[in-house]
């Protein structure tokens, strides 16, 4: 978009259009307060975290009951369901309490247009942050103080423009409503809204596409963003698994073995339509560590066990010595170990130390000695 300002038809040519006379800008309450509260707070142009404190009272009044629908159960949401009817009333709010230099939201594709991750941030300078390829916020050289970021879908539409509108749409107004407006609306009742019901959009579908529907996993920035609300949250790999299994409704496993599922990797194995239950899983804590089943101890094997088949049978023929003392009184005193004599090696009797005879040794003449000397 050019720069340069081109005066109407109407206005004679030469006359910078500066110089006409400006319509009074539009106000409302909730901007005239803000202004108050600016003003009062000494605001020079940055919004500082004491000013915000202030503002955000504004920012979470009720909205107004003439923009907020209630829709009956549909084929998509097959429940009741309350919201704003357009998100335009919650930007405005931004722009009327925090002006529109303090804060900016931004939009990330996923899944062909069909899922979307909205990030709303609340400062200064922040022309300067963007999101990255998968959807991570680069902050740059921007002042943040607040930011809200969710993940939302819209699968069903007449083309692809409306697809990542409503998407957008979807994802925005639970996102505002998280920094402030719109707060009282989505506290009303819970939310049920996973992406998934009804027929899903998708450019030329084909049968095996649809069959597959059911069986997409979470994406890689998902999975990523899940380790990284976990790791803020001081969550352990065996909490995080426990806590995906509890939204799969699954039984709940002791710590050793859920890390051991983690390692396998259940998180890349994480249905796509469990990823916003497991964020507010995280949110809302680990569930109580399981205690691991206690093991009986094993019994000593005896002749009937399990062992006793692995034992070779004991003969019941062997020869029992009747000389054997029994009393160890009896055995007495075995005297002295006989041992060699270090002058006459030559002439040991090896016998007599229960050793075999040692071989021919020669002696001083040249002659082989045997074992009972020369």
């Known amino acids: 978009m050019s720069d340069q300002t081109t005066a109407p038809a109407d206005q004679p040519q030469g006359q910078p259009v500066s110089e006409q006379p400006a319509a009074p800008a539009a106000t409302t309450p909730f ?23 202030e503002l955000e009272v504004l920012l979470r009044e009720p909205i107004d009951p003439k923009y907020i629908a209630r829709i009956p159960p549909t084929t998509g949401k097959p429940y009741e369901s309350t919201g704003v009817k357009s998100v335009q009333v919650q930007v405005d709010r931004m722009n009327d309490v925090l002006g529109a230099a303090h804060w900016r ?16 941030i609340v400062g200064n300078n922040l022309v300067d942050a963007k999101l990255d390829a998968e959807g991570n916020l680069e902050p740059g050289n921007a002042d943040i103080l607040v930011v809200r970021d969710g993940w939302g879908g819209h699968a069903r539409g007449t083309g692809k423009g409306d697809i990542l509108k409503g998407a957008e749409t979807n994802t925005l107004k639970r996102v505002l409503a998280r920094v402030g407006p719109g707060s009282d609306i989505y506290r009303l009742d819970y939310d049920l809204d996973t992406h998934g019901h009804g027929r899903e959009y998708r450019p030329g579908p084909t049968a095996a596409a649809e069959a597959q529907v059911g069986d997409k ?16 949250a001081g969550i352990s790999d065996a909490q995080l698994c426990n806590i995906i299994l509890r939204a799969a409704g699954s039984p709940l496993k002791a710590d050793s073995e859920a890390s051991e599922v983690m390692r396998g990797g259940l998180l890349s194995r994480l249905p796509f339509g469990l990823v916003d239950a497991v964020l507010e899983g995280i949110k809302q804590g680990p569930p109580p560590a399981v205690t691991p089943p206690v093991t009986p101890l094993e019994q000593p094997a005896t002749a009937a066990g399990p062992l006793a088949a ?65």
């Open 310 to 374: 692995t034992q070779p049978p004991v003969p019941s023929d062997l020869p029992v010595p009747s000389d054997l003392p029994v009393d160890p009184a009896a055995i007495g005193d075995l005297g002295p170990v006989p041992t060699a004599d270090p002058s006459n090696v030559v002439n040991v009797d090896f016998a007599a130390l229960g050793a075999p005879p040692a071989p021919p040794v020669a002696n001083g003449n040249g002659a082989a000695a045997n074992g009972a000397g020369a």
């Open 217 to 232: 996993k979470a994406t890689a920035g998902q999975q990523r963003m899940i380790r990284a609300r976990a790791s803020d």
């Open 105 to 120: 939201s931004l939009i990330h594709y996923a899944e062909g247009g069909t899922v979307c991750k909205a990030v709303v």
């Open 31 to 53: 901007h005239e307060r803000a202004a108050a509260i600016r003003e009062a707070k000494g605001y020079d142009g940055k919004l500082t975290a004491p000013l915000l404190l």
